[in-house]
T-cell receptor
């Protein structure tokens, strides 16, 4: 149980284009999902908290107009990187809070490379 | 300000021996702690957690110890296996909610034959 999927697992795009990443909780309903990014050899950095049916809460320093988050249902949250630039290249990971609300379950991550 | 620290970036242990991964935190309000294991290019996998009302939690080969006075927790893996080779993150948060976990920087464990 508590499986979280992400799609795509990797994506390469040209600078200036937008990329959408999906995060799904497959076997449970998640009222809250989180989006992280991880640079090589660094820790997970929380970008935003996504709540179903409401606006996402962004961490300080994260541009909400650049990283659009939509949590349309209890099993799906999407992160859209708009007008991507090479510095946005990173490993993006989502997580979802399980029914017990005491553990975050992570997706497998999405490797974004912006050329 | 790094509220959760893993001061050892890497650790090498022989197969069959004990692996001890350490984690320190500075925020005394944290009362819930988790350990995650992460392979390259994959998301973290939840391993084990502990609430501040306990000082030990055990699950198979994995045991987490919490020393609240020292603001220190450790993960013991015994016996260590080659498949345990990964990066281990500790995370701290608050009981009753998995929101706003603060992660450490990770320790890369290498279990050698």
């Amino acid at each position: 149980g508590a499986v979280v999927s992400q799609h795509p697992s990797w994506v390469i795009c040209k600078s200036g284009t937008s990329v959408k990443i999906e995060c799904r909780s497959l076997d449970f309903q998640a009222t809250t999902m989180f989006w992280y990014r991880q640079f090589p050899k660094q820790s997970l950095m929380l970008m935003a908290t996504s709540n179903e049916g409401s606006k996402a809460t962004y961490e300080q320093g994260v541009e909400k107009d650049k990283f659009l988050i939509n949590h349309a249902s209890l099993t799906l949250s999407t992160l859209t990187v708009t007008s991507a630039h090479p510095e946005d290249s990173s490993f993006y990971i989502c997580s979802a809070v399980g029914q017990a609300k005491d553990t975050q379950y992570f997706g497998p991550g999405t490797r974004l490379t912006v050329l | 300000d790094q509220q959760v620290k893993q001061n050892s970036p890497s650790l090498s242990v022989q197969e069959g021996r004990i692996s001890i991964l350490n984690c320190d935190y500075t925020n005394s309000m944290f009362d819930y702690f988790l350990w995650y294991k992460k392979y390259p290019a994959e998301g973290p996998t939840f391993l084990i957690s502990i609430s501040s009302i306990k000082d030990k939690n055990e699950d198979g080969r994995f045991t987490v110890f919490l020393n609240k006075s020292a603001k220190h927790l450790s993960l013991h893996i015994v016996p260590s296996q080659p498949g345990d080779s990964a990066v281990y993150f500790c995370a701290a948060g608050y009981t009753g909610t998995a929101s706003k976990l603060t992660f450490g920087t990770g320790t890369r464990l290498q279990v050698t034959l």
